[in-house]
T-cell receptor
Framework: DTAVSQTPKYLVTQMGNDKSIKCEQNLGHDTMYWYKQDSKKFLKIMFSYNNKELIINETVPNRFSPKSPDKAHLNLHINSLELGDSAVYFC??????????????FGPGTRLTVL | KNEVEQSPQNLTAQEGEFITINCSYSVGISALHWLQQHPGGGIVSLFMLSSGKKKHGRLIATINIQEKHSSLHITASHPRDSAVYICAGGSQGNLIFGKGTKLSVKP
């Protein structure tokens, strides 16, 4: 059974379009994250939600908007896609244990290509 | 300069060799994570540690809080260990990543 799943796995779209990437975890974790891995394979955090509440919001364009309908889901919506948005996006989740964020479990990634 | 620095950037080893990957950080962290990214792209968490040493199979991770330094060791390396190893410093769930060490183990 997949612990952290993302859909779609691949997304190819034109500049200017709006797209969403979905993430679901069945681990019962309280915290979910979105990361961007650029063409040089460098990972950077974008957002984090704890119990559906935004706790980390790094400097990303406001064209990116995360939405957490419940603890098990954290979706990423991107408006007006640009060439520079092409990257692999990873979702992750972690438990909240004794007031601390614990080990993170990553989804398989979504490769976004903007043409 | 990145707040989390790894060395070496690339590492080639012969099967059976003992491997060490180093990570230094300049920010305050509550935990240090070691991740493995497979050639296919998937990311797996290997260790999360805030002090001392952890061991899992042939993998050992250590951290020295005072020196802000961590090491990942692989004993008796195997071609299946070939991957990118990434360290990340974390506080309040916010991870800052190193650029990764690409390990290639030759049979």
């Amino acid at each position: 059974d997949t612990a952290v799943s993302q859909t779609p796995k691949y997304l190819v779209t034109q500049m200017g379009n709006d797209k969403s990437i979905k993430c679901e975890q069945n681990l019962g974790h309280d915290t979910m994250y979105w990361y961007k891995q650029d063409s040089k394979k460098f990972l950077k955090i974008m957002f984090s939600y704890n119990n559906k509440e935004l706790i980390i919001n790094e400097t990303v364009p406001n064209r990116f908007s995360p939405k957490s309908p419940d603890k098990a889901h954290l979706n990423l919506h991107i408006n007006s896609l640009e060439l520079g948005d092409s990257a692999v996006y990873f979702c992750a989740s972690s438990p909240w244990i004794a007031g601390e964020f614990d080990e993170q479990f990553f989804g398989p990634g979504t490769r976004l290509t903007v043409l | 300069k990145n707040e989390v620095e790894q060395s070496p950037q690339n590492l080639t080893a012969q099967e059976g060799e003992f491997i060490t990957i180093n990570c230094s950080y300049s920010v305050g962290i509550s935990a240090l994570h070691w991740l493995q990214q497979h050639p296919g792209g998937g990311i797996v968490s290997l260790f999360m540690l805030s002090s001392g040493k952890k061991k899992h199979g042939r993998l050992i991770a250590t951290i020295n809080i005072q020196e802000k330094h961590s090491s990942l060791h692989i004993t008796a390396s195997h071609p299946r260990d070939s991957a990118v190893y990434i360290c990340a410093g974390g506080s309040q769930g916010n991870l800052i990543f190193g650029k990764g060490t690409k390990l290639s183990v030759k049979p």
